[in-house]
């Protein structure tokens, strides 16, 4: 092989390393991403949740009963 024909085999082959990484960086994103706003939206619904939740507490407590 002579040294043009290595020095462009070289580049393209560097250049197909770059975009590969550049695609695991883009689904790995894309994953965080996803999972991200999943364990946010758990959140926001176990908020929710422990909220009303509350609320049905502060309700029972707020009528007592009278067992005199």
């Known amino acids: 092989m002579d040294p043009v024909s290595r020095l462009r085999y070289t580049r393209a082959m560097e250049r197909q390393d770059r975009q590969r990484e ?3 960086a883009e689904t790995r994103d894309a994953r ?3 999972a991200l706003k999943a364990n946010l ?3 926001k619904a ?3 949740a422990r909220q009303q939740g ?3 507490a502060s309700e029972d407590q707020g009528n007592p009963s009278s067992e005199d």
Do not use: S, V
Request: charged content about 40%; aromatic content about 0%; cysteine-free.
């Open 46 to 48: 176990q908020a929710r």
């Open 54 to 56: 509350a609320g049905d």
């Open 32 to 34: 965080l991403k996803a």
């Open 22 to 24: 550049n695609a695991k």
């Open 41 to 43: 939206a758990r959140r």
